[in-house]
Structure formats: C-alpha cells, structure tokens
C-alpha cells in the first residue's frame, strides 16, 4: 500500500500464489484490487497435517500510509479483526 497502486497491482498480479486479505472490503464488497484473494487458506503436508492461515491486514492501514491520504486507493474498509477470525 505504501507505494500506491502502480507499484501494488502489477506486485500481486505476479504472484502465483493467493493474496490472503480476509478483513480488507470495498464499497462493492471483495477488494475487487487485489488479484487471487482470498480469505484464508488451508495447507495439507504429506503427513496429513492441516494448517490454516488467515490474511489480516493491520487496521491502521489508512491512518499510517499516504497512498490513502492521497487518496491513491478508493474507499476500503479495514474490518476489526476479532469479528473476521470468528467468522
């Protein structure tokens, strides 16, 4: 975030593997900006062992990066994350 979404965008979309950005919504719902999100992801080694993992993106985002008080980015909601890990 902190370098706007000329350097965001093109960053994610080259990534193979997903954003993970579970408390991260626009005014349309899904954060249509970030490429492959998705809320969580769970992971299965050969053992059989399963690992969950949850993206949450600090709250204070807005507050602390001028990409947003320049108004870089539309409108996004930062959730509380105490609501996303119990949903």
Do not use: C, H, M
């Not at 991260?24 to 492959?36: D, H, T, V, W």
């Not at 690992?51 to 990066?65: A, E, K, R």
């Not at 947003?68 to 980015?73: I, L, S």
């Amino acid at each position: 975030f902190d370098f706007g979404p000329d350097f965001l965008l093109p960053y994610l979309g080259s990534k193979e593997a997903p954003t993970l950005a579970a408390n991260i919504r626009s005014e349309k719902g899904a954060s249509e900006f970030l490429p492959q999100q998705k809320l969580s992801q769970i992971y299965e080694f050969k053992s059989g062992i399963k690992i969950g993992v949850i993206g949450l993106t600090t709250i204070f985002t807005p507050d602390t990066t001028n990409a947003f008080k320049d108004k870089k980015f539309p409108e996004y909601k930062f959730l509380n994350y105490t609501d996303i890990v119990i949903a």
